[in-house]
């Protein structure tokens, strides 16, 4: 199972950045997609995750402004992120969760400047 992230950089607060993860290995249709960040200094969270059938949990914190989104042909997961905010400066991390266990892509840099 890898997981490759994309799309990370740089914005300005109120500015939009999209992240993507593009999936390979098998069980994809079972696998809960999902995006963490970890601040420094802070504990990773969940910032969105979405079924298989487009069920989707979104954190308080980015709800109205974060929408996570799958493609089950080509396996890949995108977080469009609207509306930045310069707390939401962090390293994000795909996550695939399959049954109990957890995937982990390399993490991807986003820095909002305000």
């Known amino acids: 199972v890898q997981l490759q992230a994309s799309g990370g950089g740089s914005a300005q607060a109120g500015g939009s950045l999209r992240l993507s993860c593009a999936a390979s290995?098998?069980?994809?249709?079972?696998?809960?997609m999902g995006w963490y960040r970890q601040a420094p200094g802070k504990d990773r969270d969940l910032v969105a995750s979405?079924?298989?059938?487009?069920?989707?949990t979104t954190a308080d914190a980015v709800k109205g402004r974060f929408t996570i989104s799958r493609d089950n042909i080509k396996k890949i997961v995108y977080l469009q992120m609207n509306s930045l905010k310069p707390e939401d400066t962090a390293v994000y991390y795909c996550n695939r969760r399959w049954r109990d266990i957890n995937f982990w892509g390399k993490g991807t840099l986003v820095t909002v400047s305000s």
């Open positions: 290995g098998g069980a994809f249709r079972t696998s809960v």
């Open positions: 979405i079924t298989y059938d487009h069920d989707v």
